[in-house]
């Protein structure tokens, strides 16, 4: 089991403050029978709750099991599947499985490229230097939107792991190989993705108590904020030159700053996860604070942009960069935390 883990369940304590979710009814066939992707939530929308992003598995998904128990079935949005033990080999596609099986205790034998072109986000290398040489010897299976299958059967996984997005088109050639298990996907449904995901390894105990400890330090965060004003607002902006892009409330990002009590710009209040700008836009990007990450012509395009030193948060020294990948590019508990750290130390109350 990973330091960062054993560190994690330590540190936490209280009670979940869940709140509901978007509940999705996958057809529960026993024997991993594939529920149709036509009924298939939608993994943008936020949740119908209190919190835009989802805090709670939902209803359906999951297994009836204890933690630890094997064999073990579970639900899912693709159907239903039996994991036969506990999985020692088990093979990640997309975006924040390989965060959340590393906070777990899990190193993957195979996993897909990010969009940075590395197989091991530099966050989570840092984040776990004890699984380095682990992280090092596992295989790439393609990238998250072009999995590669044959390579995937090499690997010789035990469980596989991918979310609807791509599920849909690949779920029958992947649950030939292994059991395979979909989450539903995108930055607003990491929490519930990820005590899915622990559902399945029997761990679904140590992934609540990870967002326990989230959940708690962010509501002693908003509850140092000042009563009777309005809470600081925060901006989300990214570019990778081709495109840039603000962040929209159900993002993983935006739940992030809901989750502590923080503002959003006006410009920023959309039920989308992200909408692109052009340079002569930027001013959307304002707001008390912007955290803002660039990768190759974004860097320019952002602050190189004639409306950049005139914002109100770069005026005032509220500019913060921030690594791509654990803010845009990657949803999972690991860089929830590093987001949720870096906001707090930047706005103090």
């Not at 033990?85 to 959340?100: E, K, N, W, Y």
Request: net charge negative; charged share 15%; hydrophobic share 45%.
């Amino acid at each position: 089991m990973s330091v960062l883990l054993v560190g994690l369940l330590a540190a936490c304590g209280g009670g979940a403050l869940s709140g509901s979710q978007a509940g999705a009814s996958a057809a529960a066939a026993s024997g991993g029978a594939s529920a149709s992707s036509s009924a298939l939530p939608n993994a943008e929308a936020g949740a119908a709750g209190p919190h835009v992003v989802s805090r709670t598995m939902a209803e359906g998904m999951g297994s009836t099991q204890a933690d630890g128990v094997f064999p073990r079935t579970v639900a899912h949005y693709l159907g239903s599947t039996e994991v036969p033990a506990a999985p020692q080999r088990i093979a990640v596609v997309s975006t924040g499985q390989l965060d959340a099986l590393l906070t777990l205790g899990h190193v993957p034998v195979a996993a897909t490229v990010a969009e940075s072109n590395a197989l091991v986000p530099e966050y989570l290398a840092q984040a776990f230097p004890q699984d380095a040489t682990a992280l090092g010897a596992m295989t790439s299976i393609g990238t998250r939107t072009e999995p590669d299958v044959e390579a995937i059967a090499q690997a010789k996984p035990d469980l596989i792991l991918i979310n609807s997005t791509r599920g849909k088109d690949y779920y029958a050639a992947l649950s030939a190989i292994a059991p395979t298990v979909v989450t539903l996907g995108n930055g607003v449904n990491w929490k519930s993705d990820f005590l899915l995901l622990a559902d399945a390894l029997g761990q679904k105990g140590d992934a609540q108590k990870i967002l326990d400890g989230l959940h708690t330090d962010a509501a002693a965060y908003a509850a140092k904020l000042p009563a009777g004003t309005p809470a600081p607002t925060v901006s989300f902006l990214q570019s990778t030159g081709d495109r840039t892009r603000i962040m929209g409330l159900p993002s993983f990002t935006g739940g992030v700053a809901e989750d502590l009590g923080l503002g959003r710009p006006e410009s920023q209040r959309f039920d989308e996860t992200s909408k692109d700008i052009s340079a002569e836009q930027l001013d959307l990007a304002d707001a008390d604070w912007i955290f803002y990450a660039a990768a190759g012509d974004g860097v320019q395009l952002i602050t190189g942009s004639t409306l950049w030193p005139g914002l109100n948060a770069v005026k005032a020294g509220h500019a913060v960069e921030v690594p791509l990948e654990p803010f845009y590019l990657n949803a999972g508990p690991t860089a929830a935390r590093l987001v949720q750290d870096t906001v707090t130390k930047s706005v103090t109350p």
